[in-house]
C-alpha cells in the first residue's frame, strides 16, 4: 500500500528520539548531490507539558508527538531510518583466532554471551569481519604463496592468523518498540541501527584517521572511536547535560528552570575561574576519554588520535572546546553533521544552530543515501 505513496525513491528520512526531543531529517540525492529537504524537531519536554501526555503511557505520547511533527513538516512516507539509543546496545570489536566460517558463528555466539546477559534469543546481533590477519599477513593480500600453503596444509583450512570481528547486539524488544513509533506515525522502515552508527556517519563518514567522538546528550553520553571509518571502540554513560543542569542548580543554589537558562547562557561556567562551577559529569566523561586514549595508544605505540570531535546538543555549552582540550589536552574541534549537504541560503543559519544536535538524525538519513548508491 504504501508503495503507491513512494514517488520520492531518492529521498530519506532519519528519525532520532532523543531524550529531550524528537528530531526529524529529510535528505535527498541527486545529481551526485546531498541536499536538505526538510527538518523539525518536536521538544519532548514542552509537548509533556503543554499536552498532559506525562500521564499517558511513553509510547502513546511519543508516537503522537512524532505523528504531529511529521503532519507538521507535511513529509510524505518515503523511506524512513531510526536509531536506537546507544545505551541500549552494544558495539565491540573481539578478536579470535581465525577458523572456517561455520565454527566462526558458533564462537562468536559464545563470546557474545560474555557481553550480554540475556538470553541470545532476546538480542538481535549481527557481526562483520573486519580484520584477517595469516601469520601477521592480511588475507586480503595473499599472494603471498606461504601463508596460503599453510592454510592449505590445515585440513580445516586453519591457518595460524588472527580475526577481529565487530560485534553489534541489541535487544529485540527494544527494536520492536522503534518500529512500532515509526510505523505508528505512519512512517515506512527501511532500517533500525545504533545510534552509535549514525554519528560516526555523520561525523566521520570517510575520512580516514583516528576520530574520537563524545556525544553528550540530555540523559546520555555516547563515546565512539573510530578508525578508518570502522567503530573500534563504543562506551556509553549513563548522564549528560541534565546532571550539567543539576550541578549548576546545585552550585548557585537556584531551581533546575534558572539552571537550564544559566546553562544555555552566554557566561562562561567551564574555564574562567571567577564563574567556574564544578560539574562532576564533565570530569566523568573526562576520566572515560583519558581511559580509552591510553588504552587506545598502549595497543598501538605509533597512533595518535586526530581529534575530538564533540556532538550533540550539550556541544553548544559555552567553553566546552576549551574544557576538553585543556582536560585532554587532544585536539578538540566541535561536530559539524552537516558538511557535505547542499543546505539552501535561507535555512543555513537555523541548521547552523541546531549544530551537532542533528547527528544522529542526519547520520540515519546519510545511510539511505549510502544504501540508494550502492543498489
Ligand atoms: N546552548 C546550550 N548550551 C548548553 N546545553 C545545551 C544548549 N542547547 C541544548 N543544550 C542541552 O543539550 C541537551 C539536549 O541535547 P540532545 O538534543 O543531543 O539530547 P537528546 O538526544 O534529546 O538526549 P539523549 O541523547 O540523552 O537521549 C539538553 O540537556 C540541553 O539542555
Ligand atoms: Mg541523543
Redesign the pocket.
Known sequence: MLELFKTNKNHFIGV?F????I?VVELSYTDQQTRLENYGFVDLNLASNNNGLKSASLEQALNESLKKLIARMGIKPVSTYVSI?GFSGLVTIIDLPDMPDDELAKAIQFEAHKYIPSALDEIAMSWEIIERKTDGVKLQDQDNFVAKLKAKNDPKGRTNGKIKVLLVAAPKKDIEHCDRLVSGAGLDVSAIELETFSIARSLVGDDGGTFLIV??????T?IVLVEKSVIQVNRNIDA???E??SAIADGMNIARARA?IF??GDKDMLNSNETAIIIPVLDLIVGELRRIIAAYKEKNREARIDSLIIS???S???GIEEYFTRSLGEKVRMGNPWRGIVVSNEVAPFTKELGS?FS?ALGLALRGIDDYKRK
Not at 18 to 21: A, D, F, K
Not at 215 to 220: H, K, L, N, V
Request: zero cysteines.
Open positions: 532520532d532523543g531524550t529531550s526531543s528530531k539509543p556525544d553528550i546528550g540530555s540523559r546520555a555516547n549528560g547535560g541534565d550539567i543542569t537550564e546553562k544555555k550533540g546538543g550539550t553548544k555549552m559555552k544536535s544522529v
